[in-house]
C-alpha cells in the first residue's frame, strides 16, 4: 500500500479545472515534488489531499484512508504546511505549538515533551517563550514545520514551504525537512516552483502544469530522458534563414529550440558542440552576441515536457497580477 | 472540550497583549456614555426670548414682571425686551433670539373685560428641544398668573399629585443600560465579526481546518472566546459606568451579580447573532461596512435612548426580535430599579434562546472547508 494514492482527481471552478484527472502514488519514506508555476494546480491538489478542498470527481485515499469519506481520519494522520504563515504573531513559539497539539488531544505530559524535542529539532529552542512577530520569515517558517509534525503525523504536506525566503533560509528548511524525514520516518509530499528545490530535495519530482500531470520520476531519471548532457544558450547578431537547420546538423546536438533570437541547444558534448558553433557563426559571417553552457537542469526538463520555460509562466503570472491591481486602483 | 478550549486560550491571550483592542472594546463605550449622557441630559437654560409689549397696560406690566422673575430665578430664558414686532421678528429668524413673546395691544383691555385675554409666544421650532421648554415654561408661568387672588376654602377642582417611586434619574443613568449593551455590542462586532473574519482572510483557520477538530467544537470555541470578551467589557461597564452615571451604591456584590448573570446572556446572543452573520463572509470590508448600520438598525430601537412607545408599528416590529431590546430593558431594571431576577427573567430566557438559535444556525451554515 503507497501512502498516498490519488486516482483521476479533478477540481473544476465552473469551466476552468485547476486540477484536471490526476493520478500518482506516493511511496513511504520518500519526499515528493510537486512542480510547476503558478497556477499550475498544486496548491488546490494539496488542499484536497489534505480534506480542506471537496474534489469535483475521482479518489485519493492517505494511509489508505478516503479523503472525503474518511476525512477526520486523514485530518489525524497528516501534517500540513499551508503557504501562508498562519502562527499567531502575539503568541510565543511555545504557546502557538501548544494551542495546535491541543486542538489534536494531546495529553499536557506528552505535549509538553512534544514541544520541547521539535523546538529543539528546528533549532528554535532558545526562542520558546519569545513572540513569534520578532521572528524572520525562516524562524516562522521552522516553527510551522515544528508546529505541523506536533501530532507525529506519518506523512507531512508542505505547500511552497520556502517561498518568500532568503537563499540562506531556504537551504536551511531544506536541510531541516531532510533531517526531519530521516528521524521521524516522514513521507513527505511539498508543492515548489524552485527547480533547484525540487531537485536537491526530493527523491521523486512529479511536474504539473495547467492541473496536468506532464512528467514523473526521480530529477536524474527525468534529466536523463531530455535530449543532450549540456543546454548551450546562444543569441546571434543576426538569424539568416536556415540557421536553426544548420545548427541542428552541428555534431553532438540533440536538439534545438529557438525563442526570438535565443537558441536553446541541447548538446551530447556541450564543449565540443561549442567550438563547432563558434567556427560555423564565424565562417557564416555572425557574430555570438551571448554564449552560456550548463549542465541539464529540471529547468530544461520543464521546458521540455511543456514547451515554455517555468519563469516565463510565473512573470505572466506577476504581469496579470500587477496589472489586475492597477485595474482595481483605476476603478 | 480540550479543543474549544484551545481555540479559547488563542483568542484571549491575543486579547491580552493587544492594549488597543482593549481600549476600543471597554474604554470607548465608557467616553460615549459620558459625552451623549451629559449632551442629552442637561436641563436647556438661557434660552433668549424677545418681548414686544404692544398694549402697555396693567395687566400686560404684570405678565412681563412675572415673566422676568422666572427668567432672573429659574434661568430657562433670558428676557430681551423690544419696542415693535418686526425687529424681534428679524432677530429670531437670524437666530439672535430663540422666541417671541408678544402681547397685543388689546390685551389689557380684553384682561378687564373677561374676553379670553390672549399672548403668543412665537417660536422657533426647527428647534423642538428649546421650543418644547420655552411652551413648558410659559404654559407654567400662565398657571399662577390665571389664578383668583382669592382662592375659596373649597373646591371642585380636581388636582394632580405625582408620587415617584424611584430617586431622580439623570439622562446619563437612563442611557446607561443601553451603553453596557453597546459596550457588549462592540466586543462582539470586534471579536466575532472583524477579528473573525480577517484571521479567515489570513488562513489561520486554515491551520484549524487541517487537524480533526468538530464543527460544533469551531463554532463554540469562536463563540465562547468572543461571549468571554464581550464579558469583560460588560463589567467594566457595568462597574465603572455605574461609577461614573452615580448609581447608588453602585459597588454591591449580589447587584453586580445579577448584572453579571445577564451580561453574560447578553453576550452569548449578540456573539451568536454576529456569528451567524458572518458564517459565510470571506470579505474583510464586509464587517467594517456593516458595523455602522447594524448599530443603528439594533441599537435605536431597543428603547435604550427613546422609549418604546413612541416608535411607530413596522419599528415595534424590529423592536420585538431585536436581543437588544431585552439586554436594555434587564439592565433598566436592574440599573435603574435594583430589581431581582425573577423581573428580567423572561429576558434572560430570550437572550439565550436567541443565543442557542443562532448558534445552531451558524453551525448549520459553517463550512468545514475552503
Known sequence: MFDVEVENLTKCFGDFCAVDHLAFNVEHGEIFGLLGPNGAGKSTLIRMLTTLVPPTSGTARIFGFDIVRDANNVRQSIGVIPQAMTSDLDLSAEENMSIFAKLYSIPRDKRRRTIRELLKAVDLD?????????????????????????????????????????????????EMLAKLKTERDLTILVTTHYMDEADKLCDRVAIVDHGKLVALDSPLKLKASIPGKNILEVSFSEVPPGWEEALKRLPEVADVKSDEHVFRISSNNGPRTTIELMESARAAGIAVTSLSVQSTTLDDVFVHYTGHQLRDTLQAAAGYDSTFMYERKQS | MNRIWAIIERDLRRFRRSPTLIIVSMVLPLVQLVVLGYAFGGKIKNLKVGVVDQDHGVPAIKLKEMFQAVAANARTFDTVPYSDQTTALRDLRTGRINGILNIPPN????????????????????????????????????????????QPRLTADATLSIVEIYPYVPYIQYLLPGTIVMAIF???????????????????????????????????????????????????????????????????????????????????????????????????????????????????????????????????????????TYAVHGFKELVLKNTGLMAISFDIAYLLGFAVLTMAAATLLFRRSL
Open chain 1, 126 to 174: 532558545q526562542w520558546a517563550d519569545k513572540p513569534v512577530k520578532m521572528f524572520s520569515g525562516g524562524m516562522r517558517r521552522r516553527l510551522e514545520i515544528a508546529r505541523g509534525l506536533v501530532h507525529e503525523p506519518k506523512i507531512f504536506f508542505l505547500d511552497e514551504p520556502t517561498t518568500g525566503l532568503d537563499p540562506v533560509s531556504r537551504v536551511a528548511v531544506w
Open chain 2, 107 to 150: 390685551f389689557s383691555r380684553d384682561v378687564l373685560a373677561g374676553a379670553s385675554p390672549r399672548i403668543a409666544l412665537v417660536e422657533d421650532n426647527t428647534d423642538q428641544f428649546s421650543a418644547s421648554a420655552l411652551e413648558g415654561s410659559l404654559d407654567q408661568l400662565l398657571i399662577p398668573y390665571n389664578s383668583k387672588p382669592i
Open chain 2, 186 to 324: 462592540i466586543s462582539a462586532m470586534i471579536g466575532g465579526g472583524i477579528i473573525y473574519i480577517d484571521d479567515k482572510a489570513r488562513g489561520l483557520h486554515e491551520g484549524y481546518l487541517v487537524t480533526p477538530i468538530r464543527k460544533l467544537e469551531l463554532i463554540m470555541g469562536f463563540n465562547l472566546s468572543g461571549a468571554i470578551k464581550a464579558v469583560l467589557a460588560g463589567m467594566v461597564l457595568v462597574t465603572c459606568g455605574s461609577i461614573i452615571a452615580g448609581i447608588p451604591d453602585p459597588l454591591n456584590i449580589l447587584r453586580l451579580a445579577r448584572m453579571a448573570i445577564l451580561v453574560m446572556a447578553a453576550a452569548l446572543a449578540l456573539i451568536s447573532m454576529m456569528f451567524l452573520l458572518m458564517v459565510r463572509v470571506n470579505d474583510p470590508l464586509v464587517p467594517r461596512a456593516i458595523f455602522g448600520v447594524l448599530n443603528t438598525v439594533l441599537f435605536f430601537p431597543s428603547g435604550a435612548v427613546y422609549p418604546i412607545q413612541g416608535f411607530p408599528p413596522w419599528m415595534k416590529v424590529l423592536t420585538a426580535v431585536d436581543p437588544f
